[in-house]
């Protein structure tokens, strides 16, 4: 076969795939092409997997036992076991540290440097005199420990649960414009000056409410652009069915801390790794601590030099938070970096001991007889969009969309739920549960306590079990509190690659007789 006949026939091969490519998926119900502008143009994404974002590792959700897993010293009875199931989440790798704070102050700093907005700037900042002590000289910390970078990657404390809160908004935002960024639907120039950007800086509900306008780039333009107007140009506007915004980083719920935390997927002998393996539905061992080496001691059991060195940062005894010289136990008198000791079967570090740490929910003491059997979790107060007097969407003083409480009188008729905020219900709603809770005469406990997970450098051991809990409220800090957050798992529970419920293979069915 001479040249010319290799040159058609790889012509013809690359015409034959090029006619296989274009084949476009159809409707099951009307038949009618996706994608296709000569068939009304109706957009199906090519995006079928939601890519894991930055900082973050992937959960596999299940049935778990919460509450307590050892006997119950404070005796708080505030952690009565109980089966519960946990949807798949994503959690981040390790507690949020100095460095990436910083980062947000800087943000804040440049984009709101007006003096209308002094108020969110120092609001921000947490509260380095966490660390004093009236008999204690903790100076160097109060000075140094945020700001210095020695201390870049070592959790950030003296934040209150307001503020963490308000972290993850950011970080959202910013994940989902750098998505944008890096696919050429803004503008690159666009975000090279943040300088008193102020409100109109990116705030992704407000984007896909056509309430921030970006500047596309000409990547967005070109043909490659697979997104496409209905007569078949490129689309520069992304919507939320395109695939590539990611849910918003949050806190963690009580729940999906705790299950992170104790890693079962490790103590699973056979775990199924792909569709063709089923997998065991079987937990080994009923487990105290976070880890997944020795998981109900403190100690690492394997032979080496790591032999008998301690699994987390905590304090072992009265006056003992690190050893003595020349055989330090844990190597940190306050707190460690937070890729320290070693992570659980999850992937996921620190969630024993180092700081302990906010998560989403509002503290009561039986929680976990009141939730729900899945995704359990108290705090909601329902919003909805403030559509305002023009019955449309307005961005607010920092850019991002108004919202407002749903109100009593319009979930009256509903029938899973009858008020918009529902912190309270069953436990402190006198009308409905006939409990109130006295703040400040009978109780400490308000609907801004909110749940304190995991042990810290400060404590003892007992602290360090994923299943105690511990409450503050939501406008305070301590040095020993930091946070981590979290991501909502969209489509197969199994992760990416994986398929949603049991497909089973169309076989003929055997009719002979027997």
Not at 446 to 470: E, I
Request: positive net charge.
């Amino acid at each position: 076969m001479n040249l010319k006949n290799l040159a058609i026939l790889a012509s013809g091969l690359i015409l034959v795939a090029s006619c296989k490519s274009k084949k476009m998926e159809q409707s099951s119900v009307t038949g009618w092409n996706y994608n296709d502008s000569k068939m009304g143009g109706f957009q199906v994404s090519k995006e079928k997997e939601q890519r894991t974002g930055p900082g973050l590792v992937f959960v596999q959700g299940g049935t778990f036992t919460m509450g307590a897993t050892q006997e119950d010293v404070m005796r708080d009875w505030n952690n009565v076991p109980r089966r519960v199931t946990v949807n798949s989440f994503y959690i981040d790798q390790t507690e949020v540290a100095n460095i990436h704070y910083r980062e947000y102050l800087y943000w804040l700093n440049v984009v709101f440097d007006a003096d209308e907005y002094k108020a969110v700037r120092e609001g921000a900042l947490p509260d380095t005199l966490c660390w004093r002590s009236e008999l204690a000289y903790n100076e160097p910390m109060v000075e140094y420990y945020f700001r210095h970078p020695s201390y870049n990657y070592y959790p950030v404390v003296g934040v209150t649960w307001k503020q963490a809160h308000d972290f993850c908004l950011w970080r959202s935002d910013r994940v989902n414009e750098k998505a944008l960024l890096d696919k050429g639907f803004i503008n690159q120039n666009s975000v090279k000056n943040l300088q008193g950007l102020g409100q109109e800086n990116f705030n992704t509900k407000a984007y896909l409410m056509g309430e921030y306008q970006a500047t596309p780039d000409k990547k967005a333009k070109s043909k490659s652009n697979a997104l496409k107007n209905p007569n078949g140009t490129p689309r520069t506007v992304v919507t939320f069915e395109d695939g590539i915004l990611l849910p918003g980083y949050r806190l963690p719920t009580e729940a999906e801390w705790e299950y992170a935390a104790l890693g079962y997927i490790n103590q699973n002998p056979l775990p199924g790794k792909n569709d063709k393996k089923r997998g065991e539905e079987l937990i080994a061992n009923k487990q105290v601590y976070s880890w997944s080496n020795n998981v109900n001691g403190l100690r690492d059991t394997r032979h080496g030099s790591w032999q008998g060195t301690f699994m987390a940062n905590f304090k072992r005894g009265s006056g003992d938070n690190m050893g003595v010289a020349g055989g330090l136990n844990d190597n940190a008198v306050y707190t460690a970096p937070v890729t320290s000791f070693f992570p659980n079967g999850f992937g996921i570090y620190n969630m024993s001991g180092n700081v302990s740490e906010w998560v989403g929910d509002v503290y009561r003491p039986l929680n976990t007889q009141d939730v729900e059997d899945i995704a359990p979790f108290r705090g909601n107060k329902f919003e909805t969009v403030d559509l305002g007097k023009e019955g449309k969407g307005e961005r607010d003083s920092l850019g991002r969309i108004k919202m407002r409480p749903v109100t009593d009188s319009e979930s009256r008729a509903r029938r899973n739920y009858q008020k918009g905020d529902v912190i309270n219900f069953l436990d402190g709603d006198s009308t409905i549960s006939g409990i109130a809770y006295g703040y400040g005469k009978t109780t400490l406990i308000s609907n801004k306590s909110r749940v304190v997970k995991g042990g810290s450098w400060n404590d003892r051991a007992y602290w360090l079990s994923p299943g105690t809990r511990r409450f503050l409220e939501e406008d305070q800090s301590n040095s020993t509190i930091g946070f981590r957050c979290a991501m909502d798992r969209v489509g197969s529970p199994a992760g990416n690659g994986r398929q949603t419920g049991i497909n089973y293979k169309q076989r003929r069915q055997n009719t002979r007789k027997q």
